[in-house]
Antibody
């Protein structure tokens, strides 16, 4: 079955960087894009950006431009999200999610399935 | 920027019908997707492209979209449907994905 398995919880100090991984299985990795979505404690969902696993094209949320980098490793079917210059308000659960329709880029696409989530805590 | 407005909470008795709305300017011209999120779990897609259901999602879940409002309808509500529900669209004017603020469904 299609599955996304993410790396474990992280605790970081303000100003540091974090890199979260998302290993895909059960489908052809390069056929679908991956989005990253985060959820602060008790809050709603916030889209961070998208990467095409086919050609590496990216589309980042304007709010995070310059601090976030999304990459993929097709040899291991793994997507990565790196967030730099961490602040306390970056504390959240970070999810990767596969695009639902392989024929669409991120526009008009949906997310299915999602990874289990990775808690990133930023605290001094 | 495009804003999606959901009611913070909806309550319904078991066996009744729950309707969760998602308001946005001319949202009827967009494709709307809905997710269910139970406490401590990742979101799960329940409706995509306004009204299509992924495999494994009960027929009790349906969606509609017209004008300025999209609606997720859950028929014959069960205790296990209690969760947060989020709508999602693509905003072409800002090239970004937008989520609604979420609605907590309580089964009385």
């Amino acid at each position: 079955q299609v599955q996304l398995v993410q790396s474990g919880a992280e605790v970081k100090k303000p100003g540091a960087s974090v890199k979260v991984s998302c290993k895909a299985s059960g489908y052809t990795f390069t056929s679908y894009g991956i989005s990253w979505v985060r959820q602060a404690p008790g809050q709603g969902l916030e889209w961070m950006g998208w990467i095409s696993a086919y050609n590496g094209n990216t589309n980042y949320a304007q709010k995070l431009q310059g601090r976030v980098t999304m990459t993929t490793d097709t040899s291991t079917s793994t997507a990565y999200m790196e967030l730099r210059s961490l602040r306390s308000d970056d504390t959240a659960v970070y999810y990767c999610a596969r695009a639902g329709n392989p024929s669409l880029a991120v526009a008009n696409n949906w997310f299915d399935p999602w990874g289990q989530g990775t808690l990133v805590t930023v605290s001094s | 920027s495009y804003v999606l407005t959901q009611p913070p909470s909806v309550s319904v008795a078991p066996g009744q019908t729950a309707r969760i709305t998602c308001g946005g300017n001319n949202i009827g011209s967009k494709s709307v997707h809905w997710y269910q999120q139970k406490p401590g779990q990742a979101p799960v897609l329940v409706v995509y492209d306004d009204s299509d259901r992924p495999s494994g999602i009960p027929e009790r879940f349906s969606g509609s979209n017209s004008g300025n409002t999209a609606t997720l309808t859950i028929s014959r509500v069960e205790a296990g449907d209690e969760a947060d529900y989020y709508c999602q669209v693509w905003d072409s004017s800002s090239d970004r994905v937008v989520f609604g603020g979420g609605t907590k469904l309580t089964v009385l």
